[in-house]
């Protein structure tokens, strides 16, 4: 069993940066890959990143890809999620997940995969 808390969110202008943290409990974060979603009011939700148990391969939405970057720190059982040149169209609520690891790289996208969620941290790019 994991518990996932989002942290970081916010308001931030076009261009800004921001980065998320997420918190899990339990002695076996090491074991577990790890995502970030978003989703937007009105759309459905989103694959935005994910790493490996072991953070050796990491996995980028189109949309994000070359802006965002997922990493994680074992010891402090957390997974971050660095947002950079931000635009109006990363609004949204992101949310951290988990799945027991490993597994083939097609998992890593699909949300179905993901057996734990946080609640949550809203995002605002502002123009």
């Known amino acids: 069993q994991v518990q996932l808390v989002e942290s970081g969110g916010g308001l931030v202008q076009a261009g800004g940066s921001l980065r998320l943290s997420c918190a899990a409990s339990?002695?076996?974060?090491?074991?577990?890959?790890m995502g970030w979603f978003r989703q937007a009011p009105g759309k459905e939700r989103e694959f935005a990143a994910a790493i490996s148990w072991s953070g050796s391969s990491t996995y980028y939405g189109d949309s994000v890809k070359g802006r965002f970057t997922i990493s994680r720190d074992n010891a402090k059982n957390t997974v971050y999620l660095q947002m950079n040149s931000l635009k109006v169209e990363d609004t949204a609520v992101y949310y951290c997940a988990a799945f027991l690891g490993p597994a083939p790289d097609s998992h890593y996208r699909a949300s179905s995969r993901y057996n734990y969620w946080g609640q949550g941290t809203q995002v605002t790019v502002s123009s």
């Open positions: 339990g002695r076996t974060f090491s074991s577990y890959a």
